[in-house]
């Protein structure tokens, strides 16, 4: 088993955010696992012919295995979280007309944020690899409401163009699935995979 071979993620141990999100870093302190942040030189591209749920987990071992390759030996997490429309991707708004346009896209809707994370052993192996997928309902959203949104500044910088965890949960009418998923970071499926990993004996 892998908790013979490697040291379970404790203080002296952490675990290892391939990530320079605020929001993931906020979800892993409000879950008191004891983690350390080495961002990834990885750029988030989209590639022509990826399926969304491939595409963000090739992301995240990228990002995994980017930041393995300069640091001491840990356990290392990456992940990529998108949010898809149909078949459509949307990424992080541009500029002020760019976010206008995603929202009044989402406005109405249902659509589906991924995240794909990927955890390394401390040698560098592959221990887990999985998407999560949330589908979440937008309320109608009026023109002036739309415009309000983006002023406050929020949409930029999330994919999508909102943030559910901020002023942005006043459009979510409802979500089917994690809510931390939408946030940036399924807690629940990383936990879990921490712990069938070794990583975790127990939690919390």
């Known amino acids: 088993m892998m908790n013979s071979l490697f040291k379970e993620i404790d203080g002296q141990n952490p675990l290892i955010l391939a990530s320079a999100s605020p929001r993931r870093k906020r979800l892993l302190e409000q879950a008191c696992l004891p983690f350390e942040i080495v961002v990834s030189r990885i750029r988030e591209e989209a590639t022509e012919g990826l399926a969304p749920a491939d595409l963000c987990l090739g992301l995240a071992r990228e990002k995994a295995m980017d930041v393995s390759s300069r640091i001491r030996p840990s356990w290392i997490l990456g992940a990529d979280t998108i949010v898809v429309l149909g078949d459509r991707i949307l990424g992080k708004p541009a500029d002020r007309q760019d976010a206008?346009?995603?929202?009044?896209?989402?406005?109405?809707?249902?659509?589906?944020?991924?995240?794909?994370?990927?955890?390394?052993?401390?040698?560098?192996?592959?221990?887990?690899?999985?998407?999560?997928?949330?589908?979440?309902?937008?309320?109608?959203?009026?023109?002036?409401?739309?415009?309000?949104?983006?002023?406050?500044?929020?949409?930029?910088?999330?994919?999508g163009g909102y943030a559910i965890q901020g002023i942005g949960s006043f459009m979510v009418e409802s979500i089917s699935g994690s809510y931390t998923n939408v946030v940036g970071l399924p807690l629940c499926a990383v936990i879990k995979a921490l712990r069938k990993a070794g990583a975790l004996e127990k939690f919390p």
């Open 100 to 159: 206008l346009n995603m929202l009044s896209l989402l406005s109405g809707k249902v659509h589906r944020v991924i995240t794909g994370f990927c955890i390394l052993t401390p040698s560098g192996i592959v221990a887990h690899v999985e998407t999560v997928s949330t589908s979440v309902t937008v309320k109608e959203l009026g023109g002036d409401e739309r415009k309000a949104y983006v002023d406050t500044g929020e949409p930029f910088g999330k994919a």
